[in-house]
């Protein structure tokens, strides 16, 4: 549950303090006269590109990564939008403050890191979008987050490790440049499994008869948090619900399946489904709809997998509610051309089954960070729990974000905790008191769209999800039925068979995947295909499945399966995200 390597990368000190401790570095400041982009395929720098990612509909589980294809494409575009920004960039003036607009919007502040992404990834672990923060609060100054190994007074460093206090970007935009110390630990230390143990996440792992937001789902060798329930947009619209990819997919076995409380090899559990379609990472113009930094392998990470319940499986033991919190509203879309006030700064609160019931702060957007092999990373939630206390313990991935009402009204999920750095580093947010944990999230708004789901809300709409399910599931039946050959006549004299129904196998597999090589890094994967559950997991139903039937009529659609492999297989223990 880390954010992965940060870089190994260290300054032995930071750059700019708080503005009333230090001055405007203007020597560093870099000066843009408004820009005006020749036409071309390249979008403005302050327009995001339209956000459309469309899946072939298809009843075997996909797992989407960026193609080679794409990749390659996107660096010629790359290198033309930061080439047509750099057009605008006059001459560095010397004593003179920036006299444009201050940044008001999270797509503004994008835009200026962008700008200087190569100068401060030179200084920095990684760098977010926010407001300062002075002595641990928020103000309310738009400015770039610079995460340093140590933070000390410029006075002790060289001049060239000094960060301007402002940044300016295309068309005159400009703001402050905060540093933020990042006890960083190296390489990730063993974390201890801590567990909150009261009433209420006691139910969450298994004492409740239903599940819902928060419960505890494992698959084979691994726990985590359910995190909405939801709807696919396309095919036969199941239901099912979302967690993190990390949580749910495990390579080293050929199937995906989900349980709740435990897997069978560990303990009483029932099962809930497979994955059908989850993503790990994205390309950061598709995710935002703007290049967000200057590295042609930039990558948002969008951790979440989609199961949907098996159809054996009661949904009338699913709720909506989430327990300790009720019910819920609609998703919070995020729009990067809206107020930063309209994200950072916002009260969350999340429920999962390791910690609980936990409060917190969304401290920053879009935190950005190298790896070792230079390949850039983005997250988009920094949150910091209240007074101190970790928002998240392992276990939590998965958990639902949501921003708090005001005046009563329903809580809004806004993301999805996929980790924090508990065990690599902490921030140092308030001088004289102790480094605080912090936790990272996906942009729930986005992750839909990608895995195209929908989010239900109330137990109401829950239910007439699943009538539409079955309808729909009926009426593929009665389609696949009426296409096949009809049955020989009887002879006279014999009565025929009122309960006639097709021979279907009680299990359909796809051919095993390629044998993966052990070379490949984690992040880069497609998942083997498996339609349906195991054989021991349908033995002794009668009825023959509604997936299998599908799963014959397609069947004869050709299918590509590869399987990357993440190293030597290993004997593993249960283990929690």
């Known amino acids: 549950m880390t ?14 303090s708080e503005s009333e401790d230090s001055a405007l570095d203007l020597e560093r400041n870099h000066h843009c006269n408004h820009l005006s982009l020749p036409s071309s395929s390249t979008p403005s720098p302050l327009q995001p590109f339209t956000f459309n990612i469309q899946h072939a509909e298809s009843n075997a589980p996909y797992f ?20 047509n920004l750099q057009k605008g960039v006059l001459p560095e003036t010397v004593g003179r403050l920036p006299s444009g607009q201050q940044a008001t919007t999270l797509l503004e502040l994008m835009t200026i890191r962008a700008f200087h992404s190569k100068i401060l990834r030179r200084f920095s672990l990684g760098t977010a979008v926010g407001f300062r923060i002075s002595r641990g609060v928020l103000t309310n100054v738009p400015a770039i987050l610079v995460f340093v190994a140590r933070k000390v007074h410029r006075q002790w460093l060289n001049p060239m490790q000094c960060l301007p206090s402002a940044l300016e970007g295309p068309g005159g935009v400009w703001c402050d440049v905060d540093v933020v110390e990042f006890q960083y630990y190296g390489a990730p230390a063993a974390t201890p499994n801590e567990q909150v143990y009261n009433e209420l996440v006691d139910g969450l792992r298994g004492s409740d008869p239903c599940i819902g937001s928060g419960s505890q789902v494992a698959s084979q060798e691994t726990y985590g948090t359910l995190g909405a329930i939801v709807k696919s947009r396309t095919g036969n619209h199941q239901v099912g619900f979302l967690t993190n990819r990390h949580v749910a997919v495990d390579l080293d076995y050929p199937s995906q399946k989900m349980f709740h409380p435990l897997p069978p090899s560990l303990g009483p559990g029932v099962y809930l489904g497979a994955v059908e379609r989850a993503t790990s990472f994205i390309t950061d113009d598709q995710w935002y709809g703007i290049f967000a930094g200057t590295n042609p392998e930039t990558f948002v990470r969008a951790d979440g997998a989609f199961i949907p319940f098996a159809e054996d499986f009661n949904t009338s033991n699913v709720t909506t509610m989430i327990k300790g919190i009720g019910e819920i509203g609609n998703v919070h879309v995020i729009d990067l ?10 009260q969350v609160v999340k429920v999962g089954r390791s910690s609980g019931y936990t409060t917190g702060t969304i401290m920053a957007y879009a935190l950005e960070y190298n790896d070792e092999k230079g390949i850039c990373f983005l997250t988009d939630f920094l949150v910091i729990g209240e007074n101190q206390q970790t928002f998240d313990l392992e276990g939590d991935s998965g958990s639902l974000i949501l921003l708090t009402g005001p005046n009563g009204q329903k809580p809004r999920p806004v993301g999805i905790i996929w980790g924090g750095t508990a065990n690599r580093g902490k921030l140092k947010l308030i001088a004289g008191q102790e480094p605080e944990n912090w936790t990272s ?17 109330s137990n109401h709409e829950l239910e007439a999800a699943a009538r539409e399910e079955r309808n729909t599931s009926v009426t593929a ?11 020989d006549p ?45 054989t021991s997991a349908i033995k002794g139903q009668e009825k023959p499945k509604l997936d299998n039937l599908m799963a014959l009529k397609n069947s004869s659609e050709e299918e590509v399966n590869v399987s990357l492999h993440l190293g030597e297989p290993k004997l593993k223990k249960p283990k929690f995200f």
């Open 337 to 346: 051309q809206s107020p930063i006030d309209s994200l950072i700064g916002k």
């Open 3 to 16: 954010l992965g390597a940060w870089g190994q990368r260290f300054i032995q000190a930071a750059a700019s």
């Open 441 to 457: 999230g996906v942009d729930l708004g986005r992750l839909l769209d990608l895995l195209e789901l929908d989010l239900i809300t």
């Open 64 to 83: 989407s990564w960026p193609t080679l294809s794409r990749l390659n494409d996107a660096v010629e575009d790359r290198a033309n939008y930061f080439g």
């Open 490 to 534: 009887v002879p006279s004299g014999e009565k025929q068979d009122e309960s006639f129904e097709p021979f279907i196998p009680h299990e359909f597999r796809i051919e095993e995947a390629i044998k993966p090589t052990p070379e490949v890094e984690e992040h880069i994967f497609i998942a083997p295909i498996s339609v349906n559950e195991s």
């Open 477 to 487: 039946l009665d389609s696949t039925v009426s296409q096949s050959s009809p049955p």
